[in-house]
């Protein structure tokens, strides 16, 4: 139980902590010194006297006096015992006066500055100040972990050998830095709702944190339209996201989902919120993606399902945001429409071009074209592929199900 508790604690508080650390220092590599030191204490320490009742506020203490300890042996100043109050306020929850009214959320704007490139701002965010991990991340990129790890030392080493400071921006400058923020907020929400690794197959922490972020985003920018696709696309799908489980917790696909466990009101408050972005005839690819989720919403049954449209709006997307994953959901949505073999016809010519290697959700979306057509062989080894990539062990028992279906 203490491991467990350990473990959650870490997840949920590291990025917590840090982000009213490195605001105080200026300094990522300092304040990440600073918070393992503290983590590191906290390890010898909670298991013989039981963990704290706030446990963030007591690393951000420790650590802030670790990093006045290292700036002192550097020779300089220590700025940081007069915000140490304020501090301990952000990684206890409160809210503090400012332009953006939230320390994360200031934070990752501060991250997003535009001396790096969009990827590197983003890789940057999610392992710092939203707890990914460097796997986690890798997954959200389609990339090789390692690829990942030289992305964030690069972007590291950028901060450092040019002397960025970590400073929360100006109302002025968050438009500049809005895109990456909000790739940040998606891309925990994606975390969250499909974990890339694990026995859970959703993380409601993150979920929960990425709505949040994205309600503050649509309070403090009520009038970008790609704020409001964003905040409605993470409200359509998670309205969806208890009937994506099991009773076991086993993943259960959008066809099979019990619709009479869809949260409605969510999935109307997402789609007024669309209707607002959409009325600003400002289109952009959240948009575009909370129209998809809509026309999910909308249908009480797979068969009411508008896959035509859905097409259509995926065909519109990949011109606007091109990507291999936006490519193989049209593909599907295609065989959907048109019929499996339409669909397998686009996926056989993608997997061939090479893109998307090792995203277990190829081989997965082949099998199944595969399937519905009744070439079972051809479909157990599609599974087998999948699951030779899959590591979140409640999609792996549905690949199983699936695969043990098409052996007989």
């Known amino acids: 139980m203490l491991a467990r508790g350990l473990e959650r604690i870490y997840r949920d508080e590291w990025g917590r902590v840090l982000a009213p650390l490195v605001r105080l220092t200026g300094d990522l590599d300092l304040a990440e010194d600073a918070l393992q030191e503290a983590w590191a204490?906290?390890?010898?320490?909670?298991?013989?006297g039981g963990i704290p009742q706030r446990p963030a506020a007591w690393l951000f203490v420790v650590a802030r006096r670790a990093?006045?300890?290292?700036?002192?042996?550097?020779?300089?100043?220590?700025?940081?015992?007069?915000?140490?109050?304020?501090?301990?306020?952000?990684?206890?929850?409160?809210?503090?006066?400012?332009?953006?009214?939230?320390?994360r959320l200031r934070l990752i704007f501060g991250a997003c500055h535009p001396a790096l490139s969009q990827p590197a701002q983003v890789a940057l965010t999610l392992r710092t100040l939203c707890g990914l991990t460097t796997?986690?991340?890798?997954?959200?990129?389609?990339?090789?972990?390692?690829?990942?790890?030289?992305?964030?030392?690069?972007?590291?080493?950028?901060?450092?050998?040019?002397?960025?400071?970590?400073?929360?921006?100006?109302?002025?400058?968050?438009?500049?830095?809005?895109e990456p923020a909000l790739a940040v907020v998606y891309l925990v929400f994606n975390e969250g709702y499909l974990a890339a690794s694990g026995d859970a197959l959703v993380r409601h922490d993150l979920c929960a944190e990425a709505i949040r972020l994205a309600r503050m985003l649509a309070a403090l920018l009520p009038e970008e339209p790609e704020v409001l696709g964003l905040l409605a696309l993470v409200l359509l799908h998670d309205a969806r996201r208890e009937a994506r489980r099991g009773r076991d917790g086993e993943f259960v696909p959008l066809e099979e989902q019990d619709r009479a466990r869809w949260d409605r009101s969510e999935i109307d408050e997402g789609t007024r919120i669309l209707d607002r972005a959409v009325a600003m005839r400002r289109r952009g690819p959240y948009q575009i993606q909370a129209a998809i989720s809509a026309l999910h919403g909308a249908a009480r049954t797979p068969d009411d399902t508008d896959w035509r449209q859905i097409a259509l709006l995926y065909g519109a997307l990949a011109r606007l945001a091109p990507s291999p994953t936006v490519a193989l959901n049209e593909a599907a949505a295609i065989a959907m429409a048109e019929g499996p073999e339409e669909?397998?016809?686009r996926v056989d010519a993608f997997a061939a071009s090479g893109a998307l290697a090792g995203y277990h959700l190829l081989p997965a979306a082949r099998a199944d074209l595969l399937r519905r057509r009744g070439r079972r062989a051809e479909a157990s080894e599609a599974y087998r592929a999948a699951l030779a990539l899959c590591r979140n062990a409640r999609e792996r028992a549905y690949l199983e199900r699936r695969l043990t279906e098409v052996t007989g």
Do not use: C
């Not at 204490?41 to 013989?48: E, H, M, N, T, V």
């Open 41 to 48: 204490r906290a390890l010898a320490a909670w298991p013989r």
């Open 67 to 103: 990093a006045i300890d290292r700036l002192r042996r550097r020779g300089r100043e220590a700025p940081l015992a007069a915000g140490a109050d304020e501090g301990a306020a952000a990684a206890s929850n409160a809210d503090l006066p400012a332009d953006i009214p939230d320390e």
């Open 135 to 178: 796997e986690e991340i890798a997954r959200a990129f389609i990339e090789p972990a390692a690829t990942t790890a030289q992305r964030l030392v690069r972007a590291k080493r950028k901060i450092r050998e040019a002397g960025i400071r970590w400073e929360v921006p100006g109302r002025e400058d968050l438009p500049a830095r809005l």
């Open 343 to 345: 669909g397998l016809k």
